[in-house]
């Protein structure tokens, strides 16, 4: 039950204040509560809801979050960020601006790899043995698993060479390349007949256009979701400093 218009009290907030403020729905406020991206609402003795101007900053930092790493996982965020010391939450949220400048990077490359795939065929490089990569190697570099690598193999998209008795896979350049750009189109949210059809589009003059533009967008799209996190950055810190001053509370009453 929401507090009254007439009821309110100084320093607290009805539901439809927090929407309002935060720019969310009276709903998606009592959803987003039930979900635990805020913490619960105190209640009167009559039943009423009445939040502060934390609640309204949670759910700010919450919109941040949700548009930089997705819902759920800004969810699980929140949820650490009120349990954890200063130090803790910092590193919390440079983790998330590493794995977006991590997710930058990995589309550049694959920029660099489409231009070189292109280049390839007018200068006809040839490949060294010093730049070819185990799997191991290369899953590493590229920030997935082996089994992903062996997957893709299996579903046409990256074509190791094979070589020893054991039939150890080895990547040359080429296949180094291919991976980086697979693994931009996946991280981008393309499956894999989307990218089989773009891979093997490459080698083909009409077909590089469509590359270059899945490449395009998904470098608009990191730099969107970090901004989203940048804009966060305050309602975040405040979550952050509200958690630690509850924190110190509870140690002094508990030394008391």
């Known amino acids: 039950m929401d507090e ?18 935060s720019g969310y729905s ?5 959803d987003l509560e039930r979900l635990g991206v805020i913490p ?3 209640r009167s003795g009559n039943g009423y809801r009445s939040y502060s101007s934390l609640h309204v900053r949670a759910l700010r930092a919450y919109r941040g979050l949700a548009g930089a790493v997705g819902s759920v996982v800004a969810r699980q965020l929140l949820a ?6 200063i130090a803790e939450a910092a590193s919390v949220i440079n983790e998330v601006h590493v794995r977006l400048a991590r997710e930058r990077e990995e589309a550049l490359r694959a920029q660099q790899a489409l231009r070189a795939i ?10 060294q043995d010093g730049d070819a990569m185990t799997i191991t190697e290369l ?14 193999e299996q579903e046409g998209l990256v074509t190791p060479e094979r070589v020893t008795s054991l039939r150890a896979r080895r990547y040359g350049l080429s296949a180094i390349r291919a991976a980086r750009i697979v693994t931009a189109l996946r991280s981008a949210g393309y499956g894999v007949p989307a990218v089989r059809e773009i891979m093997g589009s490459l080698h083909r003059l009409d ?14 799209q990191i730099a969107v979701r970090t901004v989203e996190l940048l804009r966060a950055g305050a309602d975040l810190a405040a979550v952050v400093m509200a958690a630690q001053e509850r924190a110190t509370v509870s140690s002094r009453s508990g030394d008391g």
């Open 26 to 30: 009276v709903q998606q406020v009592r």
């Open 118 to 127: 292109q280049a390839e065929e007018s200068t006809a490089e040839s490949e």
């Open 80 to 85: 650490e960020l009120r349990t954890q010391s």
């Open 40 to 42: 619960p609402a105190a």
């Open 207 to 220: 077909g590089r256009g469509e590359a270059r533009r899945v490449l395009r967008e998904r470098l608009d």
């Open 139 to 152: 899953s590493r570099a590229l920030g997935v698993r082996p089994s992903t690598l062996r997957f893709w």
């Open 4 to 21: 009254p218009a007439s009821g309110a009290r100084r320093g607290t907030l009805r539901t439809a204040d927090v929407a309002r403020e």
